[in-house]
């Protein structure tokens, strides 16, 4: 028990949502480095957020004070990729490990999009005003250079031109029939992501490694973290109740469940899942 002078310290979730309550204030890199606490409770994000500030000092006695803003983002790329090596995981594309910013940092080796959330913190410590880019497929960044926009592929490095954004968008076009009269230029696919944009796609990926692994308890704490971000999404409480109902509590995916259909009226799978309510319901009643 604490004693009177004692505050008991948050929550992970609460820290999170502390956190990422509001747009104008959501700290990127400390929200991001939070997600790594569901897996490791004893980590100090504060060490994190130390252990990039001393990059960022790093990087700054390698560039002139006068250098202009290409000159600072070859230095960065130079000391990001080249010198200290980071890069994507190409041998275990989809270890958790990739999305946790306090393990990217020992191994230096991620996905694009902490990779991206790593480069943008160090960019912004250059004075760059980079961004990051929801690209379909693969998280980019970008940065507006007094000679043009360059779009930075964080998992290789790679500055890519026009032509290979618009070979990369092919596959995903055809995908989802946009082509022909439904094309669009590839600059709209080049929006700034905002922060809380960021965040839930990091989330969104864990989310996805971990309910193919059938991993349920480790989905379920993403899937809490996504409702507090995006407490409107309501396939997300879908999501969790089907997560709540493989861990045998059908309490508790009652609740998500019925609140999905309560806010999806226009839901193609609407039947289905109650159908599975039906089935719930059942099991509590014979408890």
């Known amino acids: 028990m604490p004693t009177p002078f004692e505050i008991p310290s948050p929550t992970p979730l609460a820290y999170f949502a502390a956190l990422v309550k509001d747009d104008d204030s959501l700290p990127l890199l400390e929200a991001a480095a939070s997600i790594a606490q569901d897996e490791y409770p004893g980590l100090d994000v504060q060490e994190v957020l130390d252990e990039v500030d001393v990059l960022i000092s790093r990087l700054r006695r390698r560039c002139p004070s006068d250098a202009d803003p290409l000159q600072r983002l070859r230095v960065l790329n130079q000391f990001f990729f080249r010198d200290l090596g980071f ?81 990369r968008l092919e596959p995903y076009k055809r995908r989802n029939g946009l082509v022909d009269d439904f094309d669009v230029p590839v600059g709209l696919y080049l929006q700034a992501a905002p922060s809380r944009d960021i965040i839930a796609r990091m989330l969104r990926n864990l989310k996805e490694i971990h309910k193919t692994q059938e991993d349920w308890l480790r989905l379920i704490a993403v899937l809490d973290r996504l409702l507090v971000l995006l407490p409107d999404a309501w396939i997300e409480y879908r999501d969790r109740g089907l997560a709540w109902a493989e861990m045998g509590d059908a309490r508790l995916a009652l609740t998500d469940l019925e609140l999905y259909v309560a806010h999806t009226d226009d839901a193609l799978d609407r039947d289905a899942i109650q159908a599975r309510i039906r089935e719930l319901r059942r099991e509590t009643s014979r408890d």
């Open 87 to 167: 890069g994507g995981n190409v041998n275990d594309y989809l270890d958790p490990d990739n999305s946790h910013l306090n393990v990217l940092l020992r191994t230096r080796r991620g996905i694009p999009i902490s990779l991206a959330v790593l480069w943008l913190e160090l960019a912004q410590g250059m004075g760059l005003k980079a961004r990051g880019v929801n690209f379909p497929g693969h998280f980019l960044v970008k940065i507006n250079l007094p000679e043009g926009q360059v779009v930075i592929d964080p998992f290789s490095g790679q500055s890519l031109s026009r032509e290979e954004l618009s070979e």
